[in-house]
């Protein structure tokens, strides 16, 4: 008996071990710029000679309209104006301007995406001649541009802030230790240049 269980139990861990190799949760499924096959379970190039790239879902390959141009770098369609965003239908890619206020999301960066469009929130406006970027109003004197450049702020706040406040004392952390009472200061926190001041 004893040894009747142990070769059921070694059978056991063999299968269960096989089962979880073959899992679908182990596979990636995000397939950039390539469509995914369901009966292997891979990613796979389209077309690239008939101009076809995948579909947002990755379940197609599609052909650019008209209203697009494929960009044989990315293997993906193309919008020709900057506000314009991507759309598939049921055998194509076509393009579509956003909606006023809005910006394609790869203009905000590398986790953009060309079949979205962001609002683009006020104080900041879209630059028609810059791409459509959306950006602090430069023609107007009540708005400054943060040091990153993302960011848009009232000129009178900025101003009072970089009067009334040394900015190299802004990034300033201070710890006490509480067992010794000492205390530790940080000189230029990156965290808080970051979040605060950028």
Do not use: W
Not at 35 to 55: G, R
Not at 158 to 177: D, E, H, W
């Amino acid at each position: 008996m004893p040894l009747r269980r142990l070769v059921l139990s070694i059978i056991f861990v063999h299968i269960v071990d096989d089962t979880f190799a073959q899992s679908p949760f182990a596979i990636d499924f995000t397939c950039t710029s390539k469509l995914f096959d369901i009966a292997s379970l891979s990613c796979s190039e389209c077309d690239t000679s008939s101009n076809l790239s995948a579909s947002l879902d990755r379940s197609s390959c599609l052909m650019c309209d008209a209203s697009a141009y494929y960009n044989s770098t990315t293997s993906q369609c193309q919008c020709t104006a900057y506000n314009e965003y991507l759309s598939d239908l049921q055998d194509t890619k076509i393009c579509s301007q956003c909606p006023a206020q809005h910006t394609v999301s790869t203009l905000h960066g590398v986790d953009g995406d060309s079949y979205v469009c962001k609002l683009c929130e006020a104080p900041k406006i879209i630059n028609a001649t810059a791409n459509y970027e959306c950006v602090c109003p430069s023609s107007s004197s009540s708005y400054v541009t943060t040091r990153s450049g993302d960011g848009c702020v009232a000129a009178d706040n900025a101003s009072y802030i970089a009067t009334n406040y040394g900015l190299s004392n802004a990034v300033q952390v201070t710890f006490k230790n509480i067992d010794t009472s000492d205390i530790v200061t940080i000189a230029n926190s990156a965290l808080f240049d970051h979040y605060f001041l950028d």
